[in-house]
């Protein structure tokens, strides 16, 4: 066996090192904003922290939630994506549905969800169907113009279609509708692969930012991602209507780096589940018949 | 007769039709009608006259892309920035994959594969956020760097410097996550045919080179040809969270070129014929990659 050699013990133990290093490298720079966010404001402004706190104190997190603007951007956010995963679910589900049947129509409606992967209007277009449905300043703007996920859609349609016919025309003898047997056949039997969509969808939504700047005129209508980028990029003042003094504070070094965190922890949070579900996800609909 | 088969066939798929009904609504408002309203490009739009009375000006704003300096920058800067990054998110997941199918301690696979997944998840205002402090001026980095007598490094300010933290913090974010897709292609592989190489004298190295290589060799064919579809994707979100005024020469790409001139500047038609541009080249790009695809690694969507 090649695993006793001397050779491929060396490589085998420098592999691991190198792994190691290079694991420890992907996550540093996060671990350095933590140990900057939980640090005093003198010795982060001294450049005095590495990758632990230096004079702890909670004080970057107080100001951060003790401000109202701050406050209100993380409920809109939540709202967001609560409301935008619960009707993304939903078109995805219905309409994956009725892709997976052999219907007249079908070949059609197919066409018409994967040109919307081949070709799109682009930036400027989009935003004036948006701003003249006067959709501008309500949650509407962030989930109606992406509720439909083309990619999404046709992974659960793979799944549905992998699950044996014969149920549902056994369903349909029993004289269940294509309604019912959605919600009392397919639906039941594909719990799995709804989890890991939805929690892509959630994942998605926390994370969108460029929406809320273009559809929101009214920075108090910032959701979270939108408002986190208003301050990071503060530098650039052109693209801010904050007042300057918020501005100030909100972008001290302690308490912008308090915000990256509160930013990335409800993703830190559902990884573990994310990390579970997203292999199967990927691999889900890789085989075809 | 025909036509009344027809009537029975629709009614008793009625349901199906309704099912799909909201989908095709929503696809029909936010991406079919900004199909159409692209035909903004060719007019001179003006917001007070709207699509239905603005002046045509026919091909003048495509033209006008085309002499225009900065916009034939913004176009080599995307295919530059596009390019790299294809090549490196290609190599480095694979090489990456490779060593990390040597790891035999499951939990120290799973130990390297939870820290190097995460990024993935973080959107670019978060690593923009971490970024902008890690390399800024006064950042850790730089921090570090002087400890070796270097100069400080401007990696966000200076053009070349930006083009390259654009490509590896790209890598970091996503080469953990693209590597799923070759240890799935691994698992794959019989390990009858790693006993017979190893009868006929075949070291590790030499199994990897002709086993485990050739049997990726399709996946990576795929993946490589579909990414062909993105060459004019430089990655918006990342640009747009890490560009500032002193690198929009070399840093800026059709994307944030679009959102400047368009939403920023209120030129909307040359912006949208920018973007009907990059649309149009994409849709050919995507089309010809997912043939290629189909051709050889018998890849379909559907």
């Given amino acids: ?289 | 007769m025909e036509w009344k088969k027809g009537r029975i066939r629709f009614i008793r798929q009625l349901p199906l039709h309704l099912l799909i009904l909201p989908s095709i609504i929503c696809l029909l408002i936010f991406n079919y009608a900004p199909m159409a309203g692209l035909l903004m490009a060719f007019q001179d739009y003006k917001p007070r006259l709207g699509i239905l009375h603005s002046p045509w000006a026919g091909l003048a704003h495509f033209r006008y892309m085309f002499s225009y300096p900065d916009s034939v920058q913004v176009i080599y800067n995307t295919l530059l920035i596009a390019s790299l990054k294809i090549v490196a998110n290609t190599v480095v997941p694979i090489v990456f994959a490779l060593l990390l199918n040597e790891v035999r301690t499951v939990v120290f696979k799973r130990f390297v594969q939870t820290f190097v997944y995460l990024p993935h998840f973080l959107s670019w205002v978060i690593l923009g956020g971490i970024l902008t402090d890690v390399l800024g001026n006064k950042g850790i980095v730089n921090n570090l760097l002087s400890f070796t007598g270097a100069d400080p490094i401007f990696f966000l300010g200076d053009g070349t410097w930006f083009r390259i933290t654009v490509i590896i913090s790209d890598v970091w974010k996503e080469f953990g996550f693209s590597t799923i897709i070759y240890l799935a292609a691994m698992s794959g592989i019989n390990m009858a045919l790693y006993e017979a190489a190893e009868i006929d004298g075949a070291g590790r190295f030499k199994q990897t080179l002709h086993v485990t290589l050739p049997a990726m060799v399709p996946v990576i064919l795929v993946v490589s040809t579909l990414a062909l579809g993105n060459i004019l994707n430089a990655g918006f979100d990342q640009i747009f969270n890490l560009y500032n005024p002193l690198v929009y020469r070399e840093g800026d790409i059709i994307d944030t070129f679009v959102y400047r001139v368009g939403l920023m500047g209120g030129s909307f038609s040359f912006a949208t014929a920018v973007g009907l541009f990059k649309s149009a080249v994409s849709f050919v790009l995507i089309v010809v990659s997912y043939r290629l695809a189909y051709r050889f690694g018998n890849y379909r969507i559907f």
């Fill in chain 1, 1 to 289: 066996m090649y695993r006793n050699t001397l050779r491929y013990r060396w490589f085998a133990s420098s592999n691991a090192l190198l792994l190691t290093v290079i694991s420890i490298l992907c996550i540093l720079p996060l671990v350095h904003v933590a140990a900057v966010s939980f640090s005093s404001s003198s010795a982060a402004t001294a450049n005095q922290v590495y990758f632990w706190p230096v004079g702890f104190n909670k004080e970057a997190y107080l100001r951060t939630l003790d401000n109202p603007l701050f406050l209100h951007s993380l409920v809109l956010s939540v709202e967001r994506t609560v409301a935008g995963t619960l009707l993304s679910m939903m078109l995805t589900v219905t309409a994956a549905y009725t892709l997976s049947r052999s219907f007249y129509g079908r070949a059609f409606y197919s066409w018409f969800f994967v040109f919307t992967m081949l070709f799109n209007g682009g930036l400027i277009p989009t935003y004036m169907v948006v701003t003249g449905l006067h959709l501008t300043n309500t949650l509407w703007a962030l989930i109606l113009p992406s509720a439909v996920n083309v990619f999404n859609t046709i992974l659960m349609m793979q799944f549905f279609r992998a699950i044996p016919k014969e149920l549902e025309e056994a369903a349909h003898i029993d004289g269940a509708g294509y309604l019912r047997s959605l919600t009392s056949i397919y639906l039941p039997l594909s719990l799995p692969s709804l989890a890991t969509l939805s929690l892509f969808a959630m994942v998605w939504h926390w994370n969108s930012w460029f929406d809320g700047l273009i559809y929101m005129t009214d920075y108090r209508q910032y959701p979270l991602a939108t408002f986190l980028q208003t301050i990071i990029q503060s530098g650039d003042m052109r693209n801010t209507n904050i007042d300057p003094g918020q501005l100030q504070v909100l972008s001290e070094r302690t308490v912008r780096s308090a915000q990256i965190l509160i930013g990335a922890l409800p993703i830190l949070i559902v990884y573990p589940f994310l990390q579970r579900f997203f292999v199967q996800g990927l691999t889900m609909g890789a085989v075809k018949e």
